[in-house]
C-alpha cells in the first residue's frame, strides 16, 4: 500500500491537479497566470490572460515573470488586461449550455418542446431550436 500524507489524505509529493500549468520559465514551479505569444511579422511580443489551452508556441508565465518580461531591442510588448468582469460566462453563455445539456438529455426521437410565442411576432418557420419570427401586422 503507498504511503499517505496525514494532513490531507494525499500520496507524498502530490501538488494539487494534473492540468494545473506551471510557469514555462526553467526553474520556476509557480502557477502560470499569462500566456506570452510572438508576432514575429511585427516584432511583437504578446502578453495576455492565460489561454484556454497551452500552445506549442506560446509560453506560460508567472505572475512575477509576466511583471518582469521585456523584450528584445526593436521589439514591442503588447500586455492585454482584460476587464475581469470580461472573463465570467455570460447570461447568453450560460442559457445556451443549459439548452444544449437539456438537447443532449432528450431520449433520440423525442420532439422538442415547442417554443413559447413571443407577444406581437409569429413563428413562421424554423428547424431544430432554430426558429424564424415575423412581426404580427
Partial sequence: MPEVDVEGGRPPGYRGSVNARRCSRPS???PAV???????SDS???????A????????????EHSA??????GWDVVRLDPD????????D????????VRSAARPAGEPAS????????????????????????
Fill in 28 to 30: 520556476c514551479q509557480r
Fill in 34 to 40: 499569462s500566456t506570452l505569444t510572438y508576432v514575429y
Fill in 44 to 50: 511583437t511580443a504578446v502578453l495576455g490572460p492565460l
Fill in 52 to 63: 484556454t489551452y497551452a500552445e506549442p508556441h506560446s509560453y506560460d508565465l508567472c505572475d
Fill in 68 to 73: 518582469r518580461l521585456t523584450a528584445p531591442r
Fill in 84 to 91: 475581469p468582469a470580461s472573463l465570467e460566462p455570460s447570461l
Fill in 93 to 100: 453563455a450560460l442559457q445556451a449550455l443549459a439548452d444544449a
Fill in 114 to 137: 415547442p417554443a413559447p410565442e413571443v407577444p406581437g411576432q409569429i413563428t413562421v418557420g424554423g428547424k431544430g431550436h432554430l426558429r424564424v419570427l415575423r412581426p404580427i401586422e
